[in-house]
């Protein structure tokens, strides 16, 4: 646990850095030139300045970062042949992909930067819609991956063609995945049974999170030189929900589904 959990701070720390130093690389080129369909608006409550652009929210979004680090050291020896052997680790690098994205986009604030956020997001909802089908069983790993590509393309493709669209487009992809991680069909678990406590804690996290998005965007509680903004929480709150599919993960695997099984 100590030795994991080192590899997981290392591995975690190394990404952080990569994604800073990339990023700053980026700074003013032309790749950046555009900037996010924020701007000159309102670009969540925290204020520009300097690089990274918005400290808070750009640093919290490192928790995914290491959290995934975590998922992806973690998969254990028995777990290994099961499919969810094999999901366990794509989680990992999806956080990772959320994580760094998030730095980008709020460290630049521009249109690329928000693209790769939003895709990020994308996959991890992707992810999660067919990694329940394939856990189950109901499709192979080769028609999952398929799938997964595929509408990860479509997808990709609608946000950068329509931006404004992608909070729907988001919440259209993440429900999916939940509904079905909470029947008997995908887990073997009734939805009551408290082997599937962690969705339903993951669920309750990101509502929570939302509502403090949704307040930290109000002149109440938005105030934009602090260094504790409410999106920079969203960001935390939303790496415990993702791990928290981990540990659902976890607790309803299918020891009697083999990896290459129908």
Not at 74 to 102: K, N, Q, V, Y
Request: charged share 10%; proline share 4%.
């Amino acid at each position: 646990m100590v030795r994991r959990t080192l590899w997981a701070l290392l591995l975690g720390a190394a990404v952080c850095a990569v994604a800073w130093y990339a990023t700053y690389a980026l700074a003013g080129t032309a790749l950046l030139a555009r900037a996010a369909t924020c701007v000159p608006g309102h670009c969540f409550c925290e204020h520009a300045a300097g690089f990274p652009d918005q400290l808070a929210n750009s640093v919290s979004s490192f928790a995914f970062v290491l959290l995934g680090a975590w998922v992806l050291l973690s998969r254990r020896s028995r777990e290994r042949d099961t499919r969810e052997g094999t999901l366990i680790p794509l989680l990992g690098f999806t956080m990772l992909f959320i994580g760094a994205s998030s730095f980008f986009y709020h460290a630049t604030l521009s249109f690329f930067g928000q693209f790769l956020d939003i895709f990020s997001m994308y996959t991890f909802g992707l992810l999660l819609f067919f990694g329940a089908l394939y856990r189950a069983g109901h499709l192979r790993g080769s028609h999952a991956l398929a799938g997964f590509v595929a509408a990860s393309i479509v997808f990709g493709l609608l946000q950068f063609a329509y931006p404004d669209a992608r909070r729907i487009l988001f919440t259209a992809l993440l429900l999916p995945g939940i509904i079905l991680e909470l029947t008997p069909w995908v887990t073997g678990h009734s939805p009551r049974s408290r082997r599937v406590w962690a969705i339903y804690a993951g669920l309750g996290v990101m509502v929570v999170a939302y509502g403090i998005w949704l307040l930290d965007q109000t002149p109440a509680f938005c105030d934009p030189g602090s260094l504790v903004q409410g999106h920079a929480i969203w960001h935390v709150l939303g790496a415990v929900a993702a791990f928290l599919v981990f540990i659902h993960y976890r607790r309803t695997p299918h020891l009697w589904l083999r990896v290459g099984s129908d």
